[in-house]
């Protein structure tokens, strides 16, 4: 058998390849390049991501203390109380997330925000979250630098009147002044509703919340619009007799409600809405302020979970093992929560409704701690 050469275009190009790496052209050296360069970029984001994370969690270990945007006074979420100390859910939300985070529920700095303030604020960093009775909405969560974190409570908008105007539907307030805070996804509600309706609402507009209130219980607006829960409030603290005053059965929108934090840092993220689903997640398996520390010998999985005394679940949050046990005892599970700012043991009263867990008929729905 003869032994032919090898083909010399197929000598050439493999030697070519392997003996002469050199040797390669420009536009061969491209494909390889790019990827290097696009290797390099990915480690280097990756690398920036992981310095960044944890930026607000280390400033809140280091002053010791939670800053906390809150409303400026809307009873039942935030508002000082006869003693002079900050309380509502909104703030109990804040003392958890201490709890968790500090050992304490009592470290917390309160800041009083309206609501032209509450987002400058929490962009600026002069706050660490924002648990201030604020809509979540497209908008809100894609344009502003900022994250929503979870719903803490369902509401929607209403319109309250003067029992003695015999109002019994929205519909009626035809051509009627209404007061209502600028600035707010309320303003942007109440012409929506009446454009629709043909209602040619007149808004007489308000800056801050106190001041659309005294316009309100002066006679200046025959109505008075926001979310339900605020109306509660007002006609609850801020009317001389609550009788006088009727919430329209109309709710004309959606108002999921919870706080929000920074865009940039998805360790506080997580940690504030992780706090929250855990509030739920202890109402579902009965874990409440009285009985936290009995249960920490229970064999139920789910409890073990929630308390920390089988799974860490902590680690993953940069905490310890025993954040969610400490929340817990210091603020109630989500449940206990409501009752004692808004609901039933509340001066407020106000129905779960939606509010309720979703095994029970409400919209509350925990993402589960496993």
Known sequence: MTHTAPHPTYTHAASKVVHSP???T??????????????LALLASLGSTAAHAGKTLDGVKSRGQVVCG??????????VDSSGKWAGLDVDICRAVAAAVLGSADKVKYVPLNAQQRFTALQSGEVDVLSRNTTFSLTRDASLGLHITAVTYFDGQAFMVPAKSKIKSAKQLKGQTVCVQSGTTTEKNMTDYSRANDL???PVVFEKLEAATGAYLAGRCLAYTTDASGLASIRNNETKNPAEHVILPELISKEPLGPMVRRGDDEWLAIVKWVIYGLLEAEEAGITQTNVEQLKTSTNPAVQRILGTSEDSGKLLGLDRAWMAR?????GNYGELFE???GAQSPLKLPRGANRLWSQGGLMYAMPIR
């Open 26 to 39: 420009t536009r061969e050296k491209t494909p390889v390049m790019n990827w290097l360069i696009i290797g």
């Open 327 to 331: 929340a817990v005892l210091a603020v």
């Open 22 to 24: 050199k040797a390669l």
């Open 340 to 342: 004692r700012n808004v």
């Open 70 to 79: 809150v409303n400026t006074g809307l009873a039942g979420f935030s508002a």
């Open 200 to 202: 040619k609402l007149k």
